[in-house]
Each structure stands twice: as C-alpha cells, then as structure tokens.
C-alpha cells in the first residue's frame, strides 16, 4: 500500500475531499492529512464533519469517522512545520490538495511556503514527485490562469472540479465520484467510481 498525503483548503469543494478520503483509507493505503483554518469551517458546512481542538482530538475524531485504522490517517495543523510531510528526506507517492483555493494556487505556484500544505506542495515540486491540484473556483480571472500555467509548467497534475454529465448523474454524489476517480486514476489507483466513456 501506498502513503499519501491529502490537503484541504478553503474553497468549496470538501466532500470531493470527503471522498477521496474514504476511498484511500478504505484501500489500506496511509494518508497524511492536513487542513487549512478555512478549509476546517467548509468541511463542516459543506459535509457535516466537525473537527475541533487538539491535532490529536483531530485525529481521534477522524479515526473514528473514517474507520481508520491506527496509524493509517495522521492529522497535522497547518502551522505545524516540523511535521514530516514539511521535508523532502520523506517520501510520499503523491499529494492531493482537493479542493484548491485561488490562495493556496497562488501560494504553491510562487514558492510562497508559509503554511504546512503550502511547504509540502513545495517540497513536492522541490523533489520532483507527484502533485496535484483540484482547483475550485468559478469565474477564472487571468491571474488564476497564469498560476495554474506556471504549475502545470512544473509538472504538477491539474484536475480542475469541472464534473462531466455523459455518464448521466442522478445525484450529488455521481458528481462528487466523477471527479475523485479521475483523481485516483492520475495518483495511479484503480477505481470503478464513475463509469468511464464507451464502456
């Protein structure tokens, strides 16, 4: 099984990350996971998951809500820089930042690492392994486009949270699964989430 890490930040789009979570902790892969301040107050409206207190009052809450087994999701704040995903001597397969605030684009895409997901995305690219990003906004200035071309310039993986209609969604939730199986199709994972085209 493979280790990952998953970064939550403050745009709209937490039960993508809902999801993946799920899917991930489900197939005994181990997740290190990180959540900004706002990325924490959306997830709670957005999915009904409260989290509060401690890093380690966090992860309880997450262990138990996931199913997770012990060691296999650690939580870390954003502001805890000593945490390992914050160094290149620690490898991961990929990470996943879903959903992807404007902020947290542009943070990651000028080497502007202040927070703990913004440090991780930068030793990422630093060490040359697998990131990618499922941004969420809508409209998109130009200032958004040229963050996004220079990330994608540095190999970073863009998965932008434009679900497709072909398969014929009946709820939320088809929506939700059409984009975190092209997730898990680009960090190299199997995955029948979403009914793929012509078959």
Not at 47 to 56: I, Y
Not at 88 to 109: E, N, R
Not at 142 to 158: P, S
Request: proline share 5%.
């Amino acid at each position: 099984m493979a280790t990952y890490t998953v970064a939550i930040t403050g745009a709209s789009g937490a039960p993508y990350a809902h999801r993946l979570l799920q899917v991930l902790i489900k197939g005994g892969h181990s997740v290190y996971l990180t959540i900004s301040g706002d990325g924490l107050s959306i997830l709670k409206d957005e999915t009904g998951m409260v989290l509060k207190g401690s890093e380690t009052d966090i992860q309880f809450e997450l262990e138990k809500q996931f199913e997770a087994k012990t060691g296999k999701i650690t939580y870390f704040d954003e502001d805890t820089m000593y945490a390992p995903i914050a160094s290149g001597s620690v490898k991961v397969d990929a990470m996943v930042v879903i959903p992807c605030s404007m902020k947290s684009l542009a943070a990651i895409a000028n080497g502007y690492a202040t927070t703990l997901i913004e440090r991780a995305a930068d030793v990422m690219i630093k060490e040359k392994r697998k990131l990618i990003l499922v941004p969420r906004e809508t409209p998109l200035s130009a200032i958004h486009l040229r963050n996004m071309l220079t990330v994608a310039e540095l190999g970073c993986h863009l998965i932008p949270a434009m679900p497709a209609f072909y398969h014929h969604p009946k709820r939320v939730s088809d929506m939700v699964d059409f984009i975190v199986g092209r997730v898990l199709d680009s960090m190299g994972i199997e995955n029948d989430l979403s009914p793929r085209w012509g078959l």
